[in-house]
């Protein structure tokens, strides 16, 4: 299982993106700030300070933030129906895609802009396999 933990101006909507994208079950922790636990990985939604929070702009939708040294990737089971997801969860599809060593890996933007890749098996993928 891999952690990772992201921090949000939104967390209940960042929750609910990585909800529907990792298909994990969220848990609410004390501190209002959510832990979301699927088979392959635990990622936790922690809010940022209000302080900090005043000067973050997020755009609807998000624009990429592509400047961070960091892209998280996760598994996914059914490549094709989880990027169907992504835009009814509040992210965007991205036109990069590539497929390496029999998987195809799609970057997509999560609500805040972050840019993340899923991947998947090639035949779970319908329709993807052109590049971008």
């Given at each position: 299982?891999?952690?990772?933990?992201?921090f949000s101006k939104n967390v209940s909507r960042m929750a609910a993106f990585y909800e529907a994208i990792l298909d994990a079950k969220p848990r609410v922790e004390p501190s209002g700030d959510?832990?979301?636990?699927s088979e392959r990985?635990?990622?936790l939604i922690h809010?940022?300070?209000?302080?900090?929070?005043?000067?973050?702009?997020?755009s609807t939708p998000p624009e990429a933030r592509d400047g961070f040294p960091l892209k998280p990737i996760f598994d996914v089971g059914a490549l094709g129906a989880v990027l169907d997801v992504?835009?009814?969860a509040?992210?965007?599809?991205?036109?990069?895609?590539?497929?390496?060593?029999?998987?195809?890996?799609?970057?997509?933007?999560?609500?805040?802009g972050n840019v993340i890749q899923l991947r998947g098996r090639v035949s779970s993928s319908p329709g993807a396999g052109s590049q971008g």
């Open positions: 299982m891999s952690s990772l933990v992201i959510v832990r979301l636990i990985d635990e990622v809010s940022i300070p209000k302080k900090i929070a005043r000067t973050v702009e997020i992504v835009p009814t509040g992210g965007v599809v991205t036109a990069f895609q590539f497929t390496a060593d029999g998987l195809t890996r799609h970057d997509v933007l999560d609500p805040d």
